[in-house]
């Protein structure tokens, strides 16, 4: 099938699966396009069918604000007639899919039927999208979309509530690519280059947006740290950084924190890791966290939102109420005081993330396309 892929290319976690999710479908034969304004981080290499198409919005000084759903609308027209694509697969549905809608309404026009699937995938519908200033074209998009999937029961339930949905939400579970997290006999993971010999490795990774709570995650971490010597490896960059290094300054545990900024290779950092932390205030999914599991770390989270779906409390790691960070912290230590215990917990983990991986995920989308394709439109 001849797919176009419209997602945000930056290290968000909708783009990440958008991204993940075109490179598997290239490589199952699909012909793939992404339409987006830069190229997106994950996507390294393209080929002979995996493309990628710039939306460019000019400036103009009578904008105040660039018109980027009118560039992106445009831009899929043409991209569909000149490609012959069969479907659009937008994801995220701020601005996405209401350009998406625009695109299909010029192109049937022109007698062209493109059947557009919508993935929300978390902030598109519980901080931004419900907002009153956007909720009546979010509303709009999600009913005119072909097919909706959304990517945990927590969000589908979240959209029934916040909006009045007409259509079908189907659940299709973010997803791993275990090839890329090599087993444990295969990685030389020289954990002294971070950490002293008996010191625990703790990792964070995020956007750092005030969503991801990351001043819990220094003062978990400065709990924990009481109990056993660890390090933190916090993973991202965002508006929360500066804050988060005053906080470690101010709970005495600068020295034992090192910010990576952000990284394409999450998967080798997390080869050093011990335990997760990702205390958000909500979470749709959490990609994050299974990406740890994937590589045998438990995780400490909230049980806000997908986040129990993924980090089952007490198998693969624990779960608190957001903002607990004296449970999170106590959870935290017991997972990391003994060595047999965090290896049980490590391989509960993984286990779990097993079923979330890419050979199980893949087949549900492209299912999704098959028989949108024969009953569209
Ligand atoms: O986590 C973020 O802030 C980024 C955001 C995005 O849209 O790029 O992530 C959302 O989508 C991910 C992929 O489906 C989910 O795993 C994240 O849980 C979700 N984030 C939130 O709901 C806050």
Do not use: W
Request: a negative charge; proline letters at 4%; charged letters at 25%.
């Amino acid at each position: 099938m001849k797919i176009g892929i419209v997602c945000y290319p930056t290290f968000g976690g909708s783009g990440v699966v958008a991204t993940e999710l075109g490179i598997a479908l290239g490589k199952k034969g699909h012909e793939v396009h992404f339409i987006t304004s830069k190229q997106p981080v994950r996507l390294n290499a393209l080929t002979n069918n995996i493309h990628f198409h710039e939306v460019f919005v000019e400036e103009y000084p009578l904008f105040h604000f660039q018109p980027y759903e009118l560039a992106l609308s445009s831009k899929l027209v043409a991209i569909v007639e000149r490609y012959g694509l069969d479907i659009l697969h937008v994801h995220y549905a701020i601005p996405h899919a209401y350009a998406a809608y625009m695109a299909k309404q010029m192109l049937k026009e022109k007698g062209i039927e493109i059947p557009i699937v919508t993935t929300l995938h978390g902030t598109d519908i519980t901080l931004v999208g419900s907002h009153p200033f956007y909720k009546p074209a979010v509303e709009f998009s999600i009913n005119n979309s072909d097919v909706v999937t959304a990517v945990s029961e927590s969000l589908r339930n979240d959209t029934l509530r916040l909006f009045d949905i007409k259509k079908e939400i189907e659940v299709i579970y973010n997803f791993i690519d275990f090839d890329k997290y090599p087993s444990i006999d295969d990685v030389d993971c020289k954990r002294g280059t971070l950490a002293k010999d008996g010191e625990r490795i703790i990792v964070h990774v995020s956007n750092f947006r005030p969503v991801k709570r990351i001043k819990d995650v220094i003062t978990i971490f400065a709990k924990i740290q009481k109990e056993i010597p660890s390090k933190l490896l916090m993973v991202g960059d965002g508006p929360e950084r500066e804050s988060a290094d005053l906080l470690a300054k101010q709970l005495g545990v600068r020295d034992q924190i090192v910010f990576l900024g952000n990284s394409n290779e999450v998967n080798k950092i997390l080869c050093y890791a011990d335990l997760f932390l990702l205390p958000s205030e909500t979470e749709s999914f959490g990609l994050a966290a299974l990406e740890a599991m994937a590589a045998r770390t438990p995780v400490i989270s909230s049980n806000s939102g997908g986040l129990p779906e993924v980090n089952v409390h007490s198998v693969t790691g624990f779960t608190s109420n957001v903002g607990d960070t004296d449970d999170m912290a106590k959870n935290a230590i017991y997972i990391l005081e003994g060595d047999i215990r965090l290896q049980e917990f490590k391989a509960k983990a993984q286990e779990f993330a097993k079923q979330f991986s890419i050979e199980n995920v893949l087949p549900l989308y492209e299912e999704v396309y098959r028989t949108i394709k024969v009953g569209c439109c």
